[in-house]
């Protein structure tokens, strides 16, 4: 059986860049399936799989938030966190717009946009962790301290059980 050719995307781009030590893992993607589809398929727990949400606030100011797969983010705290009245999360076509990246297939690393990266500060306590490598059904592993030392986000306590 042919092994599947792993995509290069900006995320794989910006990694290859960084010299960061990453492993590739290709799995079906479902619609609207989330963290619990890539974890089940990847076979490793949820709380691994990092989301990559993009944001905005009420002026329109857009940012990411990194957030465990089996949590849901406080917009409440992450406002008061970033100094503002309000965040939430972005339409589908306004994320696109600000990252680059299609809703489902979105990865910190390689955004269109420069804006703020807002990271739960237990992903770090992980050994090994799993985000989107920029496109659906495409996760790459990694140490968050990879995560920390090329995207340097602003660490939060913002994660609600979801």
Do not use: W
């Amino acid at each position: 059986m042919a092994r599947e050719k792993q995509p290069v995307t900006a995320a794989i781009r910006t990694l290859r860049q960084h010299k960061v030590l990453y492993t590739s893992h290709l799995y079906n993607y479902e619609e609207k399936g989330g963290t619990s589809v890539s974890a089940r398929e990847l076979g490793v727990e949820e709380h691994r799989v990092i989301k990559t949400l993009v944001m905005e606030d009420e002026t329109k100011k857009p940012c990411i938030v990194l957030m465990h797969g089996d949590k849901q983010v406080s917009t409440k705290q992450l406002a008061r966190v970033a100094n503002c009245k309000s965040i939430l999360p972005c339409a589908p076509e306004v994320a696109y717009r600000h990252s680059g990246y299609q809703v489902g297939g979105t990865s910190p690393f390689g955004i269109k946009s420069n804006m703020p990266i807002f990271a739960e500060a237990t992903l770090f306590d992980l050994p090994e962790i799993y985000i989107n490598g920029g496109k659906r059904g495409y996760l790459v592993g990694m140490e968050p301290k990879e995560l920390e030392r090329v995207l340097k986000p602003i660490m939060v306590n913002v994660a609600i059980d979801g």
